[in-house]
């Protein structure tokens, strides 16, 4: 019973670690988000055309901040509940738009 606590407690530690980490990237990457488009060249990407792949980096560049606070509140309201799998997957869910902003990226510019 007591091995069984201490683990329950290490990976909740764990977790506690994990979310940490995930909110300081959320944030950093809204802070980014941001400074970003105060660059004008943010607000060019369809002066070349449109296709799939520039509505996909588009549609994901423009809903990291609300997926990211929306992951945010939800897996710390999970946490608070001690639902803690949940919390975890909750707080990667703007991986989704991370990854899909980087294999639009490379796909784009292989495809030249």
């Not at 909740?12 to 660059?39: R, V």
């Not at 945010?72 to 703007?94: D, G, H």
Request: with cysteine; proline share 4%; glycine share 2%.
């Amino acid at each position: 019973m007591l091995v069984s606590n201490m683990y329950s407690s290490r990976k909740k530690f764990a977790l506690f670690l994990l979310m940490i980490m995930t909110s300081l990237s959320a944030i950093l990457s809204l802070l980014a988000l941001f400074l970003t488009f105060i660059i004008p060249g943010a607000f060019m990407m369809f002066d070349n055309g449109s296709s799939p792949a520039i509505w996909i980096l588009f549609v994901s560049f423009i809903t990291i901040p609300l997926v990211c606070l929306v992951s945010l509140v939800i897996s710390w309201r999970c946490y608070r509940s001690t639902q803690y799998t949940v919390a975890c997957y909750v707080s990667l869910i703007p991986l989704i738009n991370v990854i899909l902003l980087i294999l639009t990226e490379f796909f784009r510019h292989t495809s030249k």
